[in-house]
Protein backbone atom coordinates (compact mmCIF):
# COMPACT_ATOMS: atom_id res chain seq x y z
CA UNK A 1 0.00 0.00 0.00
CA UNK A 2 2.71 2.19 1.01
CA UNK A 3 5.28 1.01 -1.29
CA UNK A 4 5.75 4.09 -3.59
CA UNK A 5 5.54 6.47 -0.91
CA UNK A 6 8.07 4.93 0.63
CA UNK A 7 10.45 4.52 -1.78
CA UNK A 8 10.18 8.80 -2.70
CA UNK A 9 10.46 9.02 0.53
CA UNK A 10 13.97 6.76 0.27
CA UNK A 11 15.46 8.12 -2.38
CA UNK A 12 14.54 11.91 -0.86
CA UNK A 13 16.01 11.49 2.73
CA UNK A 14 18.51 9.45 1.10
CA UNK A 15 19.49 12.48 -1.54
CA UNK A 16 19.10 15.38 1.88
CA UNK A 17 21.85 13.00 3.73
CA UNK A 18 23.85 13.12 1.18
CA UNK A 19 23.71 16.48 -0.05
CA UNK A 20 24.14 17.28 4.07
CA UNK A 21 26.91 15.27 3.20
CA UNK A 22 28.58 17.43 0.32
CA UNK A 23 27.87 20.46 1.96
CA UNK A 24 29.37 18.92 5.80
CA UNK A 25 26.29 19.97 7.20
CA UNK A 26 25.99 17.84 10.56
CA UNK A 27 22.84 18.77 10.91
CA UNK A 28 21.25 17.89 7.59
CA UNK A 29 23.21 14.72 7.74
CA UNK A 30 21.78 14.26 11.52
CA UNK A 31 18.23 15.10 10.74
CA UNK A 32 17.92 12.56 7.82
CA UNK A 33 19.49 9.78 9.57
CA UNK A 34 16.78 10.20 12.19
CA UNK A 35 13.74 10.63 9.49
CA UNK A 36 15.39 7.99 7.46
CA UNK A 37 15.18 5.57 10.68
CA UNK A 38 11.65 6.44 11.29
CA UNK A 39 11.02 5.68 7.67
CA UNK A 40 12.22 1.83 7.99
CA UNK A 41 10.96 1.76 11.99
CA UNK A 42 8.05 2.06 10.06
CA UNK A 43 8.10 -0.24 6.96
CA UNK A 44 9.33 -2.99 10.01
CA UNK A 45 6.01 -2.44 11.81
CA UNK A 46 3.56 -2.52 8.47
CA UNK A 47 5.69 -5.67 7.40
CA UNK A 48 5.51 -7.37 10.83
CA UNK A 49 1.66 -6.48 10.91
CA UNK A 50 0.83 -8.06 7.37
CA UNK A 51 3.11 -11.05 8.42
CA UNK A 52 0.68 -11.54 11.69
CA UNK A 53 -2.18 -11.51 9.50
CA UNK A 54 -0.67 -13.70 6.65
CA UNK A 55 0.24 -16.61 9.75
CA UNK A 56 -3.09 -16.14 11.78
CA UNK A 57 -5.19 -16.41 8.55
CA UNK A 58 -3.17 -19.86 7.66
CA UNK A 59 -3.18 -20.89 11.38
CA UNK A 60 -7.30 -20.61 11.43
CA UNK A 61 -7.80 -22.40 8.05
CA UNK A 62 -5.62 -25.36 9.13
CA UNK A 63 -7.68 -25.47 12.54
CA UNK A 64 -10.60 -25.54 10.52
CA UNK A 65 -9.73 -29.52 9.62
CA UNK A 66 -9.06 -30.27 12.91
CA UNK A 67 -12.74 -29.05 14.07
CA UNK A 68 -13.99 -32.41 14.05
CA UNK A 69 -11.39 -33.81 15.91
CA UNK A 70 -11.58 -31.66 18.70
CA UNK A 71 -13.79 -33.05 21.58
CA UNK A 72 -15.67 -30.12 23.23
CA UNK A 73 -19.06 -28.89 22.98
CA UNK A 74 -20.55 -27.17 20.15
CA UNK A 75 -21.08 -23.69 21.80
CA UNK A 76 -17.19 -24.15 23.38
CA UNK A 77 -15.85 -24.63 19.75
CA UNK A 78 -17.13 -21.30 18.85
CA UNK A 79 -16.55 -19.33 21.87
CA UNK A 80 -12.49 -20.51 21.37
CA UNK A 81 -12.47 -19.98 17.66
CA UNK A 82 -14.28 -16.33 18.47
CA UNK A 83 -11.16 -15.69 20.79
CA UNK A 84 -8.75 -17.19 18.41
CA UNK A 85 -10.12 -14.53 16.06
CA UNK A 86 -10.71 -11.74 18.04
CA UNK A 87 -6.28 -12.24 19.46
CA UNK A 88 -5.61 -12.59 15.61
CA UNK A 89 -7.21 -8.91 14.92
CA UNK A 90 -6.39 -7.40 18.12
CA UNK A 91 -2.14 -8.18 17.53
CA UNK A 92 -2.20 -6.99 13.95
CA UNK A 93 -3.38 -4.11 14.61
CA UNK A 94 -2.07 -3.10 17.44
CA UNK A 95 1.50 -3.67 15.62
CA UNK A 96 0.29 -1.37 13.25
CA UNK A 97 -0.73 1.21 16.02
CA UNK A 98 2.96 0.61 17.90
CA UNK A 99 4.40 3.99 16.58
CA UNK A 100 2.00 5.54 17.09
CA UNK A 101 0.72 4.66 20.70
CA UNK A 102 3.96 3.48 22.14
CA UNK A 103 4.13 0.72 25.26
CA UNK A 104 -0.03 1.09 25.38
CA UNK A 105 -0.47 -0.87 21.58
CA UNK A 106 2.63 -2.88 22.24
CA UNK A 107 0.72 -4.48 25.77
CA UNK A 108 -2.19 -4.54 23.34
CA UNK A 109 -0.52 -6.66 21.08
CA UNK A 110 0.84 -9.04 23.40
CA UNK A 111 -2.74 -9.11 24.78
CA UNK A 112 -3.80 -10.45 21.21
CA UNK A 113 -1.66 -13.16 21.35
CA UNK A 114 -2.02 -14.29 24.48
CA UNK A 115 -5.40 -15.21 23.21
CA UNK A 116 -4.33 -16.56 20.37
CA UNK A 117 -2.09 -19.11 22.53
CA UNK A 118 -4.86 -19.89 24.58
CA UNK A 119 -7.40 -20.71 21.99
CA UNK A 120 -5.02 -23.23 20.76
CA UNK A 121 -3.85 -24.51 23.87
CA UNK A 122 -7.68 -24.64 24.06
CA UNK A 123 -8.55 -26.64 21.13
CA UNK A 124 -5.29 -28.61 21.62
CA UNK A 125 -6.64 -29.73 25.09
CA UNK A 126 -10.07 -30.80 22.66
CA UNK A 127 -7.78 -32.73 20.51
CA UNK A 128 -6.40 -34.76 23.94
CA UNK A 129 -9.89 -35.08 24.10
CA UNK A 130 -11.02 -36.92 21.57
CA UNK A 131 -11.38 -40.64 22.00
CA UNK A 132 -12.20 -42.01 18.08
CA UNK A 133 -15.97 -41.56 18.27
CA UNK A 134 -15.93 -40.42 15.05
CA UNK A 135 -14.13 -43.07 13.84
CA UNK A 136 -15.94 -46.03 16.16
CA UNK A 137 -19.42 -44.61 14.32
CA UNK A 138 -20.65 -43.22 18.09
CA UNK A 139 -22.43 -39.77 19.08
CA UNK A 140 -19.63 -37.34 19.94
Not at 73 to 97: D, I, M, N, T
Not at 114 to 123: C, E, K, T
Request: hydrophobic fraction near 55%; charged fraction near 15%; charge should be negative.
Amino acid sequence: MDLHRHEALDHSILLEISKGATTQSAEAVERGLAEYGQLQGDKAVKIAAHAHIIEFGLLSMLLAFFQPYVNLHEAWKRRWAFVLLFGSVLLPVCVLLELKYGSLAGGLADAGGLLVIVALLAMWIGVLRYTGQLDAGGAA
